[in-house]
């Protein structure tokens, strides 16, 4: 059963970007499934699939090579990874449905990070999820040493000292939490290469797929 649209409206690019968004996340589950199949789990037209394959290839989210016993595996590459977590933010940003995932999963990452042994955490990025996570936090035991922002518009953030990095960061703190809603990989991604992967923790949501939990 394909999707149609109407060229060059809102709609058109709402379906658009969401047939990337659901393409990327297929490719990062299981990148060696054949076309066929990629368009019957997303619901969309074989010939659809393929265009939108070549179109993320050519702008190097994906990538393709020859496997043995099958045409062709996909990829998603680091642009790739990136460009998915940015689309999932996206999509839930916009939904009401944000501030009841979002909080759902802190506590989550939280509880997971207290069974880990962490009991202080920087947050990286300043947004409407780092409101959530502070709250999120008390709820969990946790201390929030700094938050990370950049631009460091304040001192402080909901009486969380704010800092423009984590070389600013003076006091001990066990791991750092991603709740960067722009650069929601690229935060990971430093983050893990800095403190290592087991010692970041990264609300669901966001679409980070860690390297443990990709088959």
Known sequence: ??????PGTLHDREVDSGIILELLKSVERDGGRSQRRLAAELGV?????????RRCISKGLVKVQNVPARRYAYYLTPKGFAEKSR???????SSFSFFREAKADCIV??????????????LVGRSDLAEIAVICAI???IEIVALIDAKRASESFLGVPVVASLDEVTKHFDAV?????DDSYGSWDRARSRHGEQRTLVPRLLGVMKNSERR
């Open 1 to 6: 059963m394909g999707r149609t649209t109407v």
């Open 45 to 53: 037209a074989l010939g659809l699939v393929n265009a939108y394959l």
């Open 87 to 93: 689309l999932t933010v996206s999509y839930l940003a």
């Open 109 to 122: 990452m939280f509880e997971a990070g207290r069974a880990a042994g962490f009991n202080s955490v920087v």
């Open 139 to 141: 709820e969990c035991q």
């Open 177 to 181: 939490a991603i709740t960067d809603l």
